[in-house]
């Protein structure tokens, strides 16, 4: 069992930066890729970001790409979203995820359906 827990949310003003942190316990997660989605009111959970276990490639949505930099440290069992130049449709609970990679061939997945395990979320809001 994995145990994620996510901090570092808060209310931003447009333009500014947040650093959401996850720190995961119970095994490491060393051999996990790890994933960062978000989901606002009224809508589905979606893709922001995802790393591979060793931290070597990062995958990101368009909607941030540019913005965001996800970053982990295996050391500390924690990864990282940086999310820089927020906007209002930011606003909502991101969520970390962590999913076993079985296989050096697999890819690492953006759908929420894919995930193993995830932590319980931290709202970030950002005013206009």
């Known amino acids: 069992q994995v145990q994620l827990v996510e901090s570092g949310g808060g209310l931003v003003q447009t333009g500014g930066s947040l650093r959401l942190s996850c720190a995961a316990s119970?095994?490491?997660?060393?051999?996990?890729?790890m994933g960062w989605f978000r989901q606002a009111p009224g809508k589905e959970r979606e893709f922001v970001a995802a790393?591979?276990?060793?931290?070597?490639?990062?995958y990101y949505a368009d909607s941030v790409k540019g913005r965001f930099t996800f970053s982990r440290d295996n050391a500390k069992n924690t990864v990282y979203l940086q999310m820089n130049r927020l906007k209002p449709e930011d606003t909502a609970v991101y969520y970390c995820?962590?999913?076993?990679?079985?296989?050096?061939?697999?890819?690492?997945?953006?759908?929420?359906?894919?995930?193993?395990?995830w932590g319980q979320g931290t709202q970030v809001t950002v005013s206009s």
């Open positions: 119970g095994r490491t997660v060393s051999s996990y890729a």
């Open positions: 995820a962590a999913v076993l990679m079985r296989s050096v061939t697999m890819t690492v997945p953006r759908v929420p359906r894919e995930y193993d395990y």
């Open positions: 790393i591979t276990w060793r931290g070597l490639s990062t």
